[in-house]
């Protein structure tokens, strides 16, 4: 089956410092691969995704990318601020159908 | 900007009962989904939906599992008989098919259930 890794499980970080969190996905046929934040007890929120034909993409203080040839992609979070502490999930979509495949999680600490 | 939503937030059962979880995709949205999240644990596929009929499912989604779009907005999930290990938040998703199944899955508040 699909197979999805996160690394780090954990990140601490000061305030201002960045963030980089790495997704590896075993599912050669995925073409879609978003990012999800979840803060304690709320849904998952989508903050970025890339599609498989571009390698990079940014929205303000985050940015995403594609090694599709390598089989993984990645967060970064520039500028971080408290308020991104959160859990960060990737969650390739499976290639075969239309369902997410989540990784474990990453626990971002931002102190201040 | 419009939101998926679910009801009840929290649902109370006693084992071997039987629940329906509900929720109102986003209303132009084609592509339903439910995914459940045990405490402290990542996200897990259930089932996605679209056309009327379910696209795919998980290991999880057994003959316990039905999941039923009864009118133009609603979208529910029965387990018929609730086992301990169901107690989870669960999860319902919806996204647009604008560029077929890769599109972006928008996701619920989700209903936090407990099974006693």
């Known amino acids: 089956g699909e197979n999805v890794e996160q690394h780090p499980s954990t990140l601490s970080v000061q305030e201002g410092d960045s963030a980089v969190i790495k997704c590896t996905y075993s599912d050669s046929a995925s073409n879609y691969f978003p990012w999800y934040k979840q803060e304690l007890g709320k849904r998952p929120q989508l903050i970025i995704d890339?599609?498989?034909?571009?390698g990079e993409k940014k929205d303000q203080r985050i940015a995403v990318t594609l090694n599709k040839t390598a089989k993984h992609f990645s967060l970064h979070i520039t500028e971080t601020q408290p308020e991104d502490s959160a859990v960060y999930f990737c969650a390739p979509l499976s290639g075969g159908y239309n369902k997410l495949i989540f990784g474990a999680g990453t626990r971002l600490a931002v102190h201040p | 900007e419009p939101e998926v939503t679910q009801t009840p937030s929290h649902q109370v059962t006693q084992m071997g009962q039987e629940v329906i979880l509900h929720c109102v995709p986003i209303?132009?949205?084609?592509?339903f989904y439910w995914y459940r999240q045990i405490l402290g644990q990542k996200v897990e596929f259930l089932v996605s939906?679209?056309?009327?009929?379910?696209?795919?499912k998980s290991e999880i989604f057994d003959d316990q599992f039905s999941v039923e779009r009864p009118d133009g907005s609603n979208f529910t999930l029965k387990i018929r008989s609730t086992k301990l290990e169901d107690s989870a938040m669960y999860f319902c998703?919806?996204?647009?098919?604008?560029?077929?199944?890769?599109?972006?899955?928008?996701f619920g508040p989700g209903t936090r259930l407990t099974v006693l």
């Open positions: 939906f679209y056309n009327n009929e379910i696209s795919e």
């Open positions: 890339i599609r498989s034909n571009v």
């Open positions: 209303s132009n949205h084609l592509y």
């Open positions: 998703a919806s996204g647009s098919g604008t560029s077929g199944p890769h599109n972006e899955q928008f």
